[in-house]
C-alpha cells in the first residue's frame, strides 16, 4: 500500500459544479498534511494546509479525519481555472524533521 | 520578495556524465528541499538541507549529492547519470525544516532530459 494515496483522476466537471477529492495515509504519526496545485509543466504551489478542524478558504474547504486518515479537498462552483492536478501531502516527520511524503496527484479539467 | 530561482530550465545530457543543478532561496528562508518529479508521477523527496546541513534524505542513491552554502542556496549534483534520472527537478525553500508553519516555496524547475 502506498504511503500516501489520491483518487485516481482524471474529474471531468463542468463550470459551477463542487468536486471532492479524497486522500488516504498510512502513517497514523503523521503531522501535519496540505493541499498542493500543480499546473501543466508547473511547479507546485501551496493551496491550502489542512487543520484537525477543517478549514475552509473561498470555495475551497478541507477536512482531516485522523481516525479513518483521510483528508478531503471540496471545490465549490468550480472555475475554468480551477483545471490543474491536486497533490495530498502528508508530512510524517516530527519537529524539525519534515519528510513529506507526496501522492500521485489528480487531475481536475473544469470544462464549459 | 525574491522568489525561489533554479539553472538551468532544461538540460540534456547524457548516460554516465555528471550534472549540477542550482537554486536560489527565497530571501528569508533557510532551508531548502530538493524534488525528483518523473512524468505522471507525484514529487519524490531527494534530500533537505537546513543551516548548510543535510537533515533528510530520501531513497535516492549516494550518487545524487547536494549542497547548501552560506546565503543558503543550494546544488543538487547527479553522478553517472542513468536514463531513469530524466525528470522535472524541484527546489523549494521555506523559513524553517517542517511543520504547517513552514510551507514549501517551489521554483519552476529543472527539466533533465538523459539520452
Known amino acids: 500500500r502506498k504511503e500516501v494515496e489520491q483518487d485516481p483522476g482524471p474529474f471531468n466537471v463542468p463550470e459551477g459544479a463542487t468536486v471532492a477529492f479524497n486522500c488516504t495515509y498510512s502513517?497514523?504519526?503523521?503531522?501535519?498534511f496540505f493541499w498542493y496545485r500543480q499546473d501543466c509543466r508547473k511547479e507546485p504551489k501551496l493551496l491550502m494546509s489542512v487543520y484537525s478542524s477543517g478549514n475552509e478558504d473561498g470555495r475551497f474547504t478541507a477536512q482531516l479525519n485522523r481516525a479513518s486518515q483521510y483528508i478531503s479537498l471540496l471545490i465549490r462552483d468550480s472555475k475554468l481555472s480551477d483545471s490543474a492536478t491536486y497533490l495530498c501531502v502528508v508530512n510524517k516527520g516530527a519537529g524539525n524533521n519534515r519528510k513529506l511524503i507526496w501522492g500521485l496527484g489528480t487531475s481536475l479539467a473544469v470544462n464549459p | 520578495e525574491t522568489g525561489v530561482t533554479q539553472s538551468p530550465t532544461h538540460l540534456i545530457k547524457t548516460r554516465g556524465q555528471q550534472v549540477t543543478l542550482r537554486c536560489s532561496s527565497q530571501?528569508?528562508?533557510?532551508?531548502v528541499s530538493w524534488y525528483q518529479q518523473a512524468l505522471g508521477q507525484g514529487p519524490q523527496f531527494i534530500f533537505q538541507y537546513y543551516r548548510e546541513e543535510e537533515n533528510g534524505r530520501g531513497n535516492f542513491p549516494p550518487r545524487f549529492s547536494g549542497l547548501q552554502f552560506p546565503n543558503y542556496s543550494s546544488e543538487l549534483n547527479v553522478n553517472a547519470l542513468e536514463l531513469d534520472d530524466s525528470a522535472l527537478y524541484l527546489c523549494a525553500s521555506s523559513e524553517g525544516t517542517g511543520g504547517r508553519d513552514s510551507p514549501l516555496h517551489f521554483g519552476n524547475g529543472t527539466r533533465l532530459t538523459v539520452t
Open positions: 502513517n497514523s504519526a503523521s503531522q501535519s
Open positions: 530571501s528569508g528562508h533557510n532551508t
